[in-house]
């Protein structure tokens, strides 16, 4: 009897540990075809299957001592047997998670295709209440604003509801919307990215209130593959190795949708990466930065508005103004950027003094807080009640990415990659190839003891009213750039890119600016001049029809030379109007010489009628205390 059992003991103990090899070889090889994991850890992956089948080896057929052998065999042989399933299930779980991580990464890395959106919109009183009811109207189009994908749109309207629209093509978009307003049109046919440009037009800001959508067409973009920007001696040559040194375009979408669509680009930051320095520095460049648009025809135009025509236009627009080859993009929109936070568990933002929210609600208080993504995701688009505005947003983005990496580095986190990376289907797009992330992943995986060096910079800039290359005639606010600051951003770029270890002191832009401009290449730049169009200067983006109060506090000590706004609140605007500003024969004193925006100095704009210093059609702007600014004017020594 007992040598019966003994034998059924030894032949399920030898089908257990067989079923166990198995399992293991089935797992190396799975394993071994997983881009993502480095050849180290699959060599640790073996030795310790080996061992463990070593160990359940000598449970199951070694014999103890005669005496006590059949009682002490059994229970060895079963817990040997025990050992051996659970062996088997646990290589087999982390086969299966390990693939479904490969096989997710591949997922992002494959071409994605975004969604332009194009409406049909009528008059928010318009009797039409669906796309039949409008087969007779006639639509207001304008090609100058992705006229190659409009007409997709018009034929996609086609075919979806056998209606052949009547369209009548103007000039711009803001005179198809006229056309529209005025009544000689029914209808207008638009991309929906471009409201946000009206958004920033004091007469149009008002379009969402207007009008409403009759219809909407998607049309799939498929995102263009990623071309250098540049070709610049000072650059160091940059390979198509992640593992080698490149720069990120890290572009945040200004959607909520769980696809990405075309739309402006709210966040532009570039993510410089040394991987074999573990070096890190981002570099923020404001929304309104006033920067050569390559979509049209490198005319003048707000960065944000580049990304209307593209990722990679950002990128090459980009990579123009610091002389760089931006080599990657990484784009996530709102509700992806709160599904990471959330996923990742939150993350720890420390702050100096209290952040208050538009409604003057507190959001931080001074000190580390964790938030989650929906705190994350106000506390990166804050800029109004910021002392340095837009500048301050740039930086507090910065924060928010460091933080993010900080967390998604931690051990508790990396185990939950796949769930995390899964939760972002559809919000987060990159160009970077599956090989290449693997490389990245291999690399870190190699080396996780070394803490990665992350540090941040941000551009700057003074604000101004000017055209831009998306609204024709229409003038915007913007920020006009520096060039010293561009340039000691171009060296720290470079800085990186070469191998050099930044420190905190580095990246102190009183410091870079300086060390740029003894630098014999950074320092030999010159200040562009641009000329306002308008010499009331308002933030588009601060404009609230039920508050009329502005609030403008800039640095009036700039590296810039801007001239700088000292804590005015302009209030009672009205747009009919220049009196109620500085200009014109109303009011106004100011130290400086110039004309027009050349730097308003402590006064209330209570007198009337002081005079500038200086002369008659131009002057130059030196109160910022930095390099001078040219504008133009049409008064002769007063007001402006």
């Not at 060039?483 to 580095?506: F, P, R």
């Not at 404009?543 to 801007?562: A, H, K, R």
Request: aromatic share 8%; hydrophobic share 35%.
């Amino acid at each position: 009897m007992n040598n019966s059992k003994n034998r059924s003991f030894t032949i399920l103990s030898v089908i257990t540990l067989i079923m166990l090899i198995v399992v293991e070889v089935l797992s190396v090889l799975s394993v071994s075809k997983v881009g993502i994991l480095p050849t180290n850890y699959l060599i640790m992956l073996i030795a310790l299957m080996v061992v463990v089948t070593l160990i359940i080896a000598l449970l199951m057929f070694i014999p103890g001592k005669k005496r006590k052998r059949n009682a002490v065999y059994t229970i060895r042989r079963t817990i040997g047997i025990m050992l051996t399933v659970v062996a088997a299930v646990v290589f087999l779980i982390g086969t299966q998670m390990l693939t479904k991580l490969d096989n997710t990464v591949k997922d992002i890395a494959a071409p994605k295709t975004a969604t332009s959106k194009f409406a049909v919109y009528v008059m928010e009183n318009d009797s039409a209440k669906e796309i039949t009811d409008a087969a007779a109207y006639t639509f207001a189009v304008s090609d100058s604003f992705d006229g190659e994908n409009l007409q997709k749109a018009i034929t996609a309207l086609q075919q979806e509801t056998s209606i052949v629209p009547q369209t009548v093509n103007n000039e711009t978009v803001f005179e198809a919307v006229d056309a529209l307003y005025t009544g000689q049109v029914n209808g207008m046919i638009m991309s929906e990215a471009y409201v946000s440009v009206l958004d920033d037009m004091e007469d149009y800001a008002d379009f969402n209130n207007k009008t409403r959508i009759l219809y909407e067409i998607p049309i799939e973009i498929e995102q263009q593959e990623t071309t250098p920007s540049v070709d610049t001696p000072e650059t160091p040559a940059l390979t198509s190795s992640i593992t080698e040194p490149f720069i990120l375009y890290l572009s945040g979408s200004d959607t909520r949708e769980k696809t990405l669509e075309v739309s402006r680009s709210d966040t532009n930051i570039l993510f410089v990466c040394n991987p074999q320095t573990k070096e890190i520095l981002l570099v923020n460049t404001p929304r309104d930065y006033y920067v050569e648009n390559p979509a049209k025809g490198n005319g003048y135009d707000k960065l944000t508005h580049c990304g209307l025509y593209g990722l990679t236009n950002s990128m090459q627009a980009l990579g123009t103004l610091y002389g760089v080859d931006v080599n990657h993009y990484m784009q996530i929109n709102f509700t992806g950027f709160e599904t990471l936070v959330d996923a990742i568990g939150g993350i720890d933002i420390t702050v100096d003094e209290t952040i208050y929210t538009n409604e003057g609600n507190v959001l931080l208080e001074p000190g580390t807080t964790t938030i989650d993504g929906a705190h994350a995701l106000l506390f990166s688009r804050l800029r109004k009640t910021l002392a340095d505005g837009d500048n301050d947003r740039g930086r507090n983005q910065m924060k928010v990415i460091k933080a993010i990496i900080d967390k998604a580095s931690a051990a508790n986190v990396i185990s939950n990659y796949n769930d995390i990376l899964a939760s972002l289907q559809g919000m987060f797009d990159t160009s970077i190839s599956y090989d290449q992330i693997a490389e990245f992943i291999k690399l870190i995986l190699q080396d996780t003891g070394t803490p990665w060096n992350i540090n941040s910079y941000s551009v700057t800039g003074e604000g101004g009213m000017n055209v831009t290359a998306s609204t024709g005639s229409q003038s915007l606010y913007v920020t006009y750039p520096d060039a010293y600051a561009v340039s000691s951003a171009s060296m720290l770029i470079n800085q990186v890119l070469s191998g050099t270890k930044l420190t905190e002191a580095d990246v102190v832009p009183e410091t870079a600016i300086a060390r740029a401009k003894e630098d014999p290449v950074y320092g030999n730049v010159e200040q562009k001049t641009f000329v306002n169009t308008e010499s009331t200067i308002v933030k588009e983006d601060d404009v609230d029809e039920n508050d009329i109060t502005y609030d403008y506090n800039y640095d009036n000590s700039g590296n810039s030379g801007s001239s700088g706004y000292n804590n005015y609140d302009y209030n009672d605007y009205d747009s009919d109007s220049e009196s109620d500003y500085s200009g014109g024969s109303s009011s106004g004193s100011s130290s400086g010489s110039g004309s027009e925006s050349s730097g308003y100095s402590e006064s209330d704009y209570s007198g009337g009628n002081e005079e500038y210093s200086g002369g008659s059609d131009t002057g130059t702007d030196t109160s910022g205390g930095g390099d001078d600014i040219t504008y133009s004017s049409e008064t002769s020594g007063e007001g402006y």
